[in-house]
């Protein structure tokens, strides 16, 4: 469901391009023996920029194709997920992308193949960071409904060990718990840092509160040994789970009730 995406995309691996997501595609044909123009620390901060700017920008548009539905069903009328991503999102999904990746290419005076051979280059010399960097991006842009063309270039490969909704149950429930205490920890020190009166920058605050978030997701699968990539097809296949719905449900309103607790929002 909507909502459901909606609250996962604080979460690294749940399922959420063409256009900006470079890692896996096609590699050009270049020259050897000549390193890429940006270098690897380069590329992973300009990555994980555009991971942070699309995170934020796939929200608000999942927040409006939600009022657009809730409209619609006030009227007496029902239209499915699926049709709403179509009418609402995909429309401006791949211009939407192109405008933020140009913006953050400008803020770096860096050039758009200069940043793909880049990328491709260290992936393919084993650049473990910049490759899930790539995916996460590239599933984002799937989830919204956008064309990924070969989804077989996709790094995120299953273990093929069944993995079955209790299972993601548990990593979700661990997930709430370490996020809960992650956050409370995080705004807290924020808050001290900010002082009375002091103003907070939404944006910001919300791109950090999502890496303590995958901070938290990533301590909870290493806890109970599930591969990323099964519990992300688990979450996919099971999304309409009530489950899997009341546990995003809970992140939500955790991450907005400690928001509220320190004054934030």
């Known amino acids: 469901s909507l909502k459901t995406f909606a609250a996962g995309l604080g979460i690294s691996m749940v399922v959420l391009s063409g256009l900006i997501y470079y890692g896996l595609r096609s590699k050009k044909s270049t ?16 990555m994980q920029e555009i991971l942070d700017k699309v995170k934020l920008m796939a929200t608000s548009m999942l927040r409006r194709a939600e009022q657009i539905k809730q409209q619609i069903n006030a009227q007496g009328q029902e239209i499915d997920d699926q049709q709403l991503m ?45 490759r899930d960097i790539s995916e996460r991006i590239r599933q984002i842009y799937k989830g919204l409904g956008g064309d990924m063309g070969d989804d077989s270039k996709s790094t995120e490969k299953g273990s093929g060990k069944e993995v079955t909704l209790n299972d993601v149950l548990q990593v979700l429930n661990l997930l709430l718990s370490k996020s809960a205490e992650k956050l409370e920890d995080f705004l807290s020190d924020t808050k001290e840092n900010i002082g009375a009166g002091g103003k907070v920058n939404m944006e910001k605050l919300q791109t950090a509160m999502m890496k303590v978030i995958e901070k938290a997701e990533t301590e909870a699968l290493a806890e109970v040994g599930m591969n990323t990539a099964d519990y992300q097809m688990c979450l996919s296949k099971n999304q309409s789970s009530p489950q899997i719905q009341e546990a995003f449900g809970r992140l939500q309103m955790l991450s907005q009730s400690l928001m509220y607790q320190y004054g934030l929002i």
Do not use: C, H, W
Request: cysteine-free; proline content about 3%.
């Open 86 to 130: 179509k009418l609402v999102i995909a429309p401006q999904l791949d211009s939407s992308f192109r405008e933020l990746q140009n913006e953050i290419l400008k803020s770096y005076d860096m050039d758009e193949e200069d940043l793909e051979e880049a990328v491709t280059t260290y992936i393919q010399e084993g650049d473990i960071e910049l």
């Open 31 to 46: 020259n050897d023996d000549l390193a890429p123009a940006v270098t690897e620390d380069e590329a992973k901060q300009v």
